[in-house]
């Protein structure tokens, strides 16, 4: 492999139905072209003979043999020790050690894990962001447009430099993780409940939200979680929950009589997305009428900021309950009344939807497509969902659930890794432990899913159908053969191969990579191998 061309776009490579064979070629640059030729179509098509036999110089890709997912033309039994590792980890290191028991061991991590690694001890809160952002606007004093301006564009420019340092300590945490099966959960919290950076003023604080929202709740009770998650600055900015004002409320009527024709500011985002992706799930039962009586009730659920003092003295980006924006009355959501007064109307509303069987089943079948399959036995379903209204919500009793059912344990690799698992699990298993200088944020957004910004309240698709597309899998290839020249003859791939996937190393792979004319094209080739590319 030539490492100069490692990282750049090259031609589609041939795809017919035989497999792909390469000729040595005494000129560099077309000797890489080969190589990556090479890689790419074990990627895209999931073959793997590399021998003798001259290509296109500028071939195409053919799609017609591409498949929802890499395809299992070689079946091969997944050990529970891979399974513990991959579809439940992050993807083995180099230099663990092998587990004797791998269901006792991801139960362990339970007791090792730690909410606030040293990866995010330097990252900021949402009130220290919040208040930063105050003071360099309380500091302008000149009131001219100019100034204003470049004042907002620092404040805007220090927000993605959070952003990105937080990219960067997320990643440092998962190849560092003591507990990688809770570090994974982690992130899949993260994405269930999901903010997006493309909206402008999350940016800042996506990755306190993490770190302060999901991260300290993983192993307690989902109803915590919850109330931590909408109360967060990052939730209530996205879903525009800090402008929603009840119609009958103090300030609106305020309004209306300074004003009669003033637009009244009730916002329903965060109701529904409470409703239909946070708690019960799409069609369960609950109308439009609903939505509308939730976010009566969510009114006066808000952030600190701005002039003037705040509820309680409250520190900006602190949560704060703002009486005069809430909507005054009993609500009825799901036929049920709640005649609470202030923020603890809308907290006993979502007391109700956290603990409702909907929103056990609706969290349950997440966690099976999560971990064991795209469509997901409904047995495997039921039994998380019996364990999570057993438990009242406790999460650490639905994950032992999961660990139990023999179905997670499937010697079989139904899923797909996103492209921030493979990413994870590449840089884990090359040993890295510290992401600085690989400018993770860019990487993620070439491989096509930049970190926090799914672009939707439903947040990333996890589905194989979604990441699988042949131009994801060259991303993926021109980013193994990167990583693959940084590493050099470091690392046998033969030995890594069998240690990473534990002894679930399939016979083709093997094959292909004893076959590769260097180490790097080899351990390339592991990294694009479908025994690496599914969990």
Same mark, same amino acid.
């Given at each position: 492999?030539c ?21 040595r ?53 997944i ?94 945490s ?7 099966? !809770?570090?994974r ?10 903010v997006s ?15 302060d929202a999901?991260?300290?709740? !993983? ?17 209530q ?7 929603? !004002?009840g ?8 309004a ?21 992706l ?119 009793? !639905? ?29 884990r ?24 910004r ?10 194989a ?13 021109e980013?193994?053969q ?39 094209t ?5 990294l ?8």
């Amino acid at each position: 492999m030539c490492p100069s061309f490692a990282g750049t776009r090259h031609p589609d490579t041939a795809a017919d139905r035989s497999p792909i064979r390469c000729i040595r070629q005494p000129n560099p640059r077309r000797e890489c072209e080969r190589q990556h030729a090479c890689i790419r179509s074990c990627a895209t098509h999931q073959k793997y003979s590399c021998s003798r036999r001259r290509i296109s110089r500028r071939p195409t890709l053919n799609t017609g043999t591409h498949r929802e997912s890499p395809s299992m033309d070689h079946p091969n039994d997944i050990t529970p020790a891979a399974i513990a590792l991959n579809r439940f980890g992050l993807g083995a290191r180099a230099d663990e050690a092998p587990l004797a028991d791998p269901k006792a061991a991801l139960v362990a991590q339970f007791d090792r894990y730690d909410a606030r690694p040293a990866a995010w001890a330097g990252e900021p809160d949402a009130v220290a962001l919040a208040t930063r952002f105050a003071n360099a606007r309380n500091a302008m004093t000149a009131n001219d447009p100019a100034t204003k301006r470049a004042t907002e564009q620092s404040i805007r420019r220090d927000g993605n430099d959070t952003y990105r340092s937080a990219v960067v300590a997320r990643m440092n945490s998962a190849l560092n993780a003591p507990a990688p099966f !809770v570090e994974r959960l982690v992130h899949f919290w993260a994405n269930h409940f999901a903010v997006s950076v493309d909206k402008g003023p999350v940016a800042a604080y996506a990755g306190a939200f993490e770190r302060d929202a999901i991260r300290p709740h !993983v192993l307690g009770r989902f109803e915590d979680m919850v109330v931590a998650v909408e109360q967060h600055p990052a939730m209530q900015l996205f879903l525009d929950q800090a402008r929603s !004002v009840g119609p009958d409320s103090p300030a609106a009527l305020r309004a209306e009589a300074r004003n009669p024709t003033a637009k009244r500011g009730l916002n329903e985002n965060l109701a529904r997305e409470i409703m239909e992706l946070h708690t019960l799930g799409v069609r369960t039962g609950y109308t439009q009428a609903d939505v509308t009586e939730f976010a009566r009730a969510l009114t006066g659920w808000s952030i600190a900021g701005g002039r003037g003092p705040q509820p309680g003295d409250a520190a900006p980006g602190a949560f704060v309950f703002r009486p005069k924006l809430h909507e005054p009355g009993v609500r009825t959501v799901m036929g049920r009344s709640y005649d609470q007064a202030g923020e603890a109307q809308a907290r006993a509303i979502l007391h109700d939807l956290a603990h409702s069987e909907a929103t056990g089943r609706h969290i349950a079948f997440q966690l099976a497509r999560h971990f064991v399959a795209d469509n997901p036995p409904p047995a495997l379903t039921d039994r998380l969902a019996r364990a999570f209204d057993a438990s009242g919500g406790d999460l650490p009793t !639905v994950y032992r659930a999961l660990v139990d059912a023999p179905d997670a344990w499937a010697p079989v690799n139904r899923k797909f890794k996103t492209p921030w698992e493979w990413a994870v699990s590449s840089l884990r298993g090359l040993g890295w432990r510290d992401s600085g200088d690989l400018k993770v944020a860019p990487l993620l957004t070439q491989l096509g899913q930049p970190v926090w910004r799914p672009g939707s309240p439903a947040g990333y698709d996890d589905v194989a159908a979604s990441w699988a597309a042949p131009d994801a899998l060259v991303r993926r290839v021109e980013l193994a053969q990167r990583l693959a020249a940084r590493t050099g003859d470091r690392l046998d791939p033969r030995t890594l191969g069998n240690t990473l996937l534990a002894g679930s190393l399939s016979a083709p792979t093997a094959t292909a990579l004893s076959r590769a004319e260097s180490a790097t094209t080899s351990l390339a080739l592991l990294l694009v191998s479908p025994d690496f590319q599914r969990r």
